[in-house]
């Protein structure tokens, strides 16, 4: 019996692991970081024999809520990704499986590769709609790539989604994967229509070191980029300078920020009603956009998420408010569970990529609803 995570965005310490129904884990911290709940690891062992893993020391990590009802994914082929028998008792994760074939992959949720990563850009790129930009260098050397989606012209609205601030929040990406698919497809009339009125400009990854490394939330050095849009530096988040810096050239109309939330089982968005400029108009455009995601999809609610702030008391440094406000535009934080979705629960699955991308392609018809009001 064997386990390892050395490979892409693994993340696992073992304990001891000499009996399979006495499997004892920990998770790695982020570097430079105490922050740890992201896992991925690989067991090798005999198929249908019964294997108890239990990863310990769970109370001090970052979410402890977010264990509570969590069921861990699992899969042979790592395409595939199901749900297995997992148990919280307040410190430990418990989970129970008789694997079918000798080696099984664990996560926290569906991983997507910096290799996936890659071939998304490349896909993209093909489209003659797509332009893949190099914006610069991340701390461990890996490239900050935008795309930039319709031809530029003036009085043109400018959209900017970015995803995976938090790198073990892989459900961002693949929002961002179906979100693609569907703006690049030209037979789709709201594609078409969208990219008549809008130019995107698209960051599938904001932190690539992060995700390759197994981190849950921050990059190479230990810093969360979603607190560092206030004053972002090359030092320690040059992912956050050069997106910012890009912005300041295209100017933005509608932000979109896609991350995961470990807690809540729900899809949600949280704006910014505690910012100084928040306005009228602002609350007008945010009200329809939800308005029409929620006709959308069943997949989206506006019941439950976080509080909101009060007036003035938005935290500058967040990515959704620092836009927001510099910009005097509608922007949101996405947020999607890493357990399910409450209101449609799938036992078998949970919430899981194909529902990611779903939602990636319904979103566009909330932008839809809203573009010819952004300005």
């Known amino acids: ?68 009802n969590y069921q861990a994914v699992a899969s042979y082929d790592r395409q595939e990704w199901f749900r297995v028998d997992t148990e919280f008792d307040g410190e430990n994760l418990i989970i129970q499986h008789t694997p079918e074939y000798d080696h099984i992959y664990f996560a926290y949720f569906a991983p997507y590769s910096y290799e996936r990563h890659l071939d998304l850009l490349a896909y993209a790129q093909q489209s003659s709609l797509c332009q893949q930009q190099f ?69 599938p990854n904001m932190n690539p070191d992060g995700s390759v490394r197994g981190h849950l939330r921050t990059n190479a050095h230990g810093v969360n980029l979603n607190r ?57 455009l945010e009200d329809s956009f939800k308005q029409h995601f929620l006709l959308a999809t069943p997949e989206f609610q506006d019941i439950f998420g976080y509080p909101k702030d009060k007036p003035g008391e938005a935290n500058p440094t967040v990515a959704t408010h620092a836009v927001g406000q510099q910009f005097d535009c509608l922007a949101f934080t996405l947020e999607m569970p890493f357990k399910d979705n409450i209101d449609l629960p ?19 018809i909330a932008m839809r609803a809203v573009v010819d009001m952004l300005r």
């Open 135 to 203: 914006l610069g260098e991340t701390l461990d050397g890996r490239d900050m790539s935008l795309l930039v989606i319709g031809e530029p012209e003036e009085g043109k609205k400018i959209i900017w989604v970015t995803a995976r601030q938090h790198p073990g929040e892989t459900m961002a990406e693949w929002f961002i994967e179906g979100f693609l698919e569907r703006l690049l497809d030209e037979n789709d009339g709201v594609a078409r229509q969208l990219l008549n009125k809008a130019v995107f400009y698209v960051v």
């Open 346 to 364: 799938d036992s078998a699955y949970g919430w899981s990529p194909v529902r990611c991308k779903q939602l990636g392609e319904d979103v566009m």
């Open 228 to 284: 560092e849009w206030a004053n972002p530096s090359l030092a320690s988040s040059p992912e956050v300078f050069y997106v910012k810096q890009k912005m300041l050239e295209t100017g933005v109309d509608l932000f979109l920020d896609a991350h995961g939330d470990e807690a809540l089982p729900y899809n949600f968005v949280a704006g910014c009603e505690g910012n100084p400029g928040y306005s009228p108009r602002i609350k007008d």
């Open 1 to 68: 019996m064997r386990i390892s995570s050395n490979f892409d965005s693994g993340n696992i310490e073992v304990i001891s692991a000499s009996l399979p129904d006495d499997i004892k884990l920990s998770i790695k911290k982020d570097n430079q970081s105490d922050f740890y709940q992201w896992f991925h690891f690989k067991l090798e062992s005999r198929a249908f024999l019964s294997h108890r893993l239990t990863i310990t020391n769970l109370k001090s990590s970052a979410y402890p809520d977010g264990w509570k």
